[in-house]
Structures are given as C-alpha cells and as structure tokens.
C-alpha cells in the first residue's frame, strides 16, 4: 500500500472514531433531555460531554473507505433521527415553558366553572372563574402592570384616605386583564364594593380572574365563555339578594341592557353610569332620546384622555401585535382595507403603513375620508377592492361592515378581523352554514372553508383582536383607567341636581388632570402662563386651558 493511501485509511478511522463518540454523547443527551423521570443537572452535563476529543481538522480528501469503515458510518444518526430528536427536546422545552409562563391557556380541565365548585382562602364562594388556585400567578401579574400604572397607582394613595366612593356597589362588565385589575382594586381602595364580569368572552387572563377572587373581589368570568355563560356571569353580578348595585361601569353597553331590561327597579335607583366604548354610548344616547334614561350617564369613549390615547395609541401598537401572533403575516407589500378613519383606523393606518402594507380605507364621514386623502390614503368603497385585498380590518363600531356576500367574494386566505369593540361588525352568524367547513388551526383562528376550497382566515370570531388575541400596552391602559375612576368619584359624589338624567363628556378639567398625572413618567415639565398672559387669553393659570368644543 502507498503511503499516500495509508494516510488516508488512517484519516477514515480517525474520523469514524469521531462520529462514534458523537453518536454516544447524543444519545446520553437524549436520553437525559427526553427522559420524563430524570432531571438533568449541570454535573449530568458535564460528564455527558466529558469524553469528548479534540482533533485536528481533516484536510486531505477521503479516497479509500472499507467495509468496516462504511459500518461505521452508518451508526450516525440519519436526517430523520436527527429531527426526530430534535422535536423531543423542542417539545419538551415548550412543555415546560408554557407550564410556568402563563395559566390562561395551559389547563386541560374541560369542566366548566359553572359546574365547579370553589372557595377562596378567605371561606368565600362567592366568584366563579376557571381556577382559585391560579391566584398567585395573576398577582404576579398584576403586580408588573403597576408599575406602569404609576398615575393610577398616584390616585389611589392620594384619594384612599378619603374614600371618596365610601358606599358605592359598583357593578363592571370590562375585559378582565391585569390592567384592569388595577383599576378594581383602586376602587376598592378607595371605598367601593365591587361585583365583576367580563365584556367580551375571549379577553379574559383567567390567572387576573383568580386573584381578584381571592382578594374578595366577585368576579364571574374565565376565558372561552359561551355565549350563555356570558349572559349567565352578568345575571350573577346583579341578580344577588343581598348586594344591589348603585353604580354601573360598562364597556359595550351590555351590562347596562341586561340592568334596564331585566333589573329595571335596580336600574332605577343607579346613580351613574360610566360607559368607556362606542357601542355602548350609541345604547346610551338611543335609551336617552327615547326618554328611557332615567340615570345621569358618563360618556368616557369621548373624553379626550380616550380618543387621543387608548384609541389611537394603543390601538397603534396592538394592531401589529394582535395580528402577528395570530397569523405570522408579513406586512410588506400587502394589500389592506381598514373600514373606518376614526382615532381607531388612525392608529391602525399608521401601524401598518409604517411596515410597508399599501391601506385603503373606507368611510361614511366626509370629514374623516379627507383626512385619510391627506394622509396619503386611497379612498374606497368595499366593493370596489373586496377581490384584490389580503386583509381587511373593520373599525367603525357599526353592524354588518363585512357582508356574506362580500365574504363570499374574497380572495383565498385573505384575514379578516375586527378592532372594533363590537363583534356585530363583521357578519359572522351567516358563516355557520353547512355548506362552509370551518376549521380552527389555533387559538383564535378559524379557517372558513367554502366548497372549491376557498379559505377566509378569521381571527376571534370577530371579536375585538388585540385583547383577544394579544395584549395592550400597560400605560396607556393607564390613563383610559383613571379617566374611569375619576368619572366614577365624579358622578358618585356630584351634588343632586348637577347632572340629570342624560349622557355627559368628562368635565375638561378632569381630562387635563388625568394627562398631568401621566406627565412625570416622561419627566415632562409643563409651562406656566404669567399672569399678564392668562389674563390676555382669558384664562385661569391652573386651567382649563382649552374649550369644550375644541377638537385636539
């Protein structure tokens, strides 16, 4: 044999010697990592990997290889084996992350609540929500949005030695997220009985639910409610012997329905009612021009604090969120019809044309499509786009945005969902036919299937995505929180006849102070006006500084 020839033979074994090693060290980490009754630990590791060599690169090319050798190769894991590996420690990493990260979609117990007996540490059964026992989590959890509550947080120290809601049984019907969970248990604080529902069946962090629960705090609401468990939790929030509410925080409108309707002599004796979404104004203003208000209501969703910030703002950040988590969409380059310009579609619009998505919008105000042409948007009716887009999303609060025939007409997997508040926008009862398959892939999304195999990709049924399927920034929950709780001291503690039984804007002076408790945050410093200066303007130095009818 040439020497030329020896070498590489030589090279062969060396290097089959090599992979033998690494296949042996594989499979102790296999079997460490896949293991369900072994832990590994740092010392395990250590000697999994003690063996290991170290060689110099092979440089020569390979010539000669032996039957043995071949053999020996072949004890390498293959491509298959390699990934078949790879997905038990994948699985077994996502199974112990999502154990320990979030309560809110991990449990497997299919029994509803309502069938569930529970008692909180304090004896109390008075709360139905998916688990007690995930009350700790949620404290956690509501203990990190305090700390970008600071305003709110600010309010309820100041406040809670005067308990200027000492006596008030408030009654809400709001999506339960940490967030709000700060803004209930500063109500409490600051003197209020409080009774809890969820307003929308999906938004619910189940773990929040627990904890209010467990601070005494009646909550009757858990994630994936049915449409009888939603009416159901409401009717246990009022429908109570020994508690009758005399104020009422809505989002949406329905607990107030579900009070005027079936409760009317508890409706009667409310002294105000704070509604935050447009939906539920539209109910308020309806109930009012018929003469049927017999309650001074509080318009939230129109105070500035709330137009200008959550609306806009939030709904700026949340879109992306919402959307990303649900389809894993790439915005760039795709064709997107936004129904509705308000503070909503605004912040929406700027979101995505910001990543690149070419929007169009649709409207009804002449005033609000103007904006949108100077902002660079193209102006459409639905119908015009419906076969060309791959997204649509409704902002508008209406009925029927999105009609079956429109449904019917779009391009295979075009997303359709909703950041309105409500989920009557798009059309969805007419989709559960039997002629359309539907088929959920995950959480929150649903492919209709039409017969030639069109498929629509819908998010949340319609309902409002970014809290159905994502979360919300925490501080501009904040400031749409304590224009709440101010609306609430402000309509519980106002003398008799300061109000009378009608819809009302939050008092400017109340949006001005809301923003200046949020100021420090980002060390901001305001500017004084000289008294010479206040006086050429007209007005007071400590405000309010603009009139009701100017538009920010």
């Not at 195999?453 to 819908?458: E, M, N, Q, S």
Request: hydrophobic share 35%; aromatic share 8%; charged share 25%.
């Amino acid at each position: 044999m040439s020497d030329s020839a020896a070498d590489a033979k030589l090279e062969v074994k060396q290097a089959s010697k090599e992979v033998k090693e690494s296949e042996n060290v594989a499979e102790r980490y296999s079997a460490m990592t896949v293991s369900k009754n072994t832990d590994a630990t740092v010392g395990d590791l250590s000697s999994a990997f003690a063996p290991v060599t170290t060689h110099k690169a092979v440089k020569k090319q390979i010539q000669f290889v032996t039957s043995e050798d071949k053999q020996e190769f072949s004890k390498f894991p293959t491509k298959a084996g390699r990934r078949s590996l790879s997905r038990s420690i994948s699985q077994s990493s996502t199974d112990s992350y999502s154990s320990a990260a979030s309560y809110t979609d991990s449990s497997d117990d299919e029994t509803s609540p309502r069938d569930k007996p529970q008692v909180n540490s304090k004896g109390s059964s008075d709360f139905c929500v998916k688990n007690i026992k995930q009350a700790e989590f949620g404290r956690r959890e509501i203990e990190i949005a305090e700390q970008d509550m600071s305003a709110l947080i600010s309010l309820r120290k100041r406040a809670q030695g005067e308990k200027p809601l000492a006596g008030a049984k408030i009654v809400g019907c709001t999506h339960i997220t940490a967030q709000t969970a700060v803004l209930i248990e500063t109500l409490v604080a600051l003197g209020a009985q409080c009774r809890w529902t969820a307003c929308n069946i999906y938004s619910t962090q189940n773990e929040v639910a627990a904890a209010l629960s467990e601070a005494g705090v009646a909550v009757f609401a858990w994630k994936g409610e049915s449409e009888a468990d939603f009416w159901w939790c409401i009717d246990r929030c009022v429908g109570t012997e020994d508690w009758q509410p005399n104020m009422i925080l809505d989002d949406g409108g329905d607990l107030t329905h579900w009070v005027y309707k079936k409760y009317p002599n508890v409706f009667r004796k409310i002294r105000g009612i704070v509604e935050e979404s447009v939906t539920g104004v539209h109910r308020l203003y309806q109930l009012s021009k018929a003469g049927k208000l017999c309650v001074p209501a509080m318009n939230v969703n129109d105070s500035v604090t709330k137009q200008k910030f959550d609306n806009l703002y939030c709904c700026r950040e949340s879109i992306l969120d919402g959307l990303k988590r649900t389809t894993d969409v790439m915005f760039g380059g795709k064709q997107v019809v936004v129904c509705g310009y308000g503070e909503v579609g605004k912040g929406c619009c700027t979101a995505l044309k910001a990543l690149g998505a070419i929007v169009c919008i649709t409207e009804i105000d002449p005033i609000c499509a103007l904006q949108a042409c100077m902002d660079g948007y193209r102006v459409v009716k639905l119908n015009e786009v419906i076969r060309q887009v791959d997204m649509i999303i409704t902002c508008t609060g209406n009925k029927n945005v999105v009609t079956r025939d429109q449904l019917d007409r779009m391009r295979n997997g075009c997303i359709v969902c909703n950041m309105g508040h409500s989920n009557t926008e798009i059309d969805v009862v007419s989709l559960r036919t039997p002629e359309l398959t539907w088929e959920r892939v995950r959480s929150q999304v649903d492919h209709v299937i039409w017969p030639d195999g069109k498929r629509v990709v819908l998010l949340a049924e319609g309902r409002l995505l970014n809290l159905s399927c994502s979360t919300v920034p925490t501080f501009v929950l904040s400031i749409t929180a304590t224009t709440q709780a101010l609306a609430l001291i402000e309509l519980y503690n106002a003398p008799e006849g300061r109000y009378k039984q009608d819809v009302y804007l939050l008092p400017k002076k109340m949006d001005e102070y809301v923003a200046s408790l949020h100021l420090p945050t980002f060390d901001a410093h305001l500017t004084e006006l000289s008294d010479e200066q206040a006086k050429y303007l007209g007005l007071n130095k400590n405000g309010p500084f603009k009139p009701n009818y100017y538009r920010y």
